[in-house]
């Protein structure tokens, strides 16, 4: 059922003889009789400046909603959220399979680089283990010279008197 159209200033409603109705851009409805009584640009009922537009069968379909019962615009508008839910779930599930995807080709790829990786430590031969500081055959200066190649005991080192190379 249509919501009830009628002349917010002398209430008449619409019928064959009866003039064409607007709309104010405030939102007041006033027949053409009324409407020319009024001032140009101004509504009847609140008196802001304003704007009109004659309703007819032409007019915008946002407009005429305003004008629907519940019952149609319920109707109406869950067809459409139906359509556009139906319309996002699409798009969702194609992301999701391309990502889906895109997981699976990394994760063989990551398969792959860990499998190589360990083809390539099993292939490495054994590290040699690097010389203790404090073996003879070591020609680092910061460590502790033996008795042998000074004669002094690495008690009796002192920092001010630097090992003498033989």
């Known amino acids: ?70 019952d149609t615009l319920c109707k109406k508008y869950s067809k459409e959220i139906t359509q556009i839910s139906e319309f996002q779930e699409k798009h969702r599930k194609h992301l999701l399979a391309y ?23 099993c292939m490495k031969p054994p590290e040699q283990t690097p010389p203790l500081p404090f073996s003879s055959t070591s020609r680092n200066p910061f460590s502790n010279p033996s008795r042998k190649q000074n004669g002094y005991s690495s008690y009796s080192h002192h920092p001010s008197h630097p090992p003498i190379s033989e």
Not at 99 to 121: F, N, P
Request: with cysteine; charged share 20%; aromatic share 6%.
């Open 1 to 70: 059922m249509a919501v009830p159209v009628f002349c917010n200033v002398c209430f008449c409603e619409p019928c064959k003889p009866t003039p064409r109705f607007s709309l104010t851009s405030c939102g007041h409805v006033i027949c053409e009789v009324c409407l020319q009584k009024g001032k140009k640009d101004e509504c009847l009922i609140c008196r802001s400046p304003c704007h009109t537009l004659f309703l007819s069968k032409q007019t915008n379909p946002d407009i005429q909603s305003l004008f629907m019962g519940i």
């Open 99 to 121: 990502h889906r995807q895109k997981t699976v080709k990394l994760e063989e790829s990551l398969k792959k680089v860990t499998q190589q990786m360990h083809q390539m430590q």
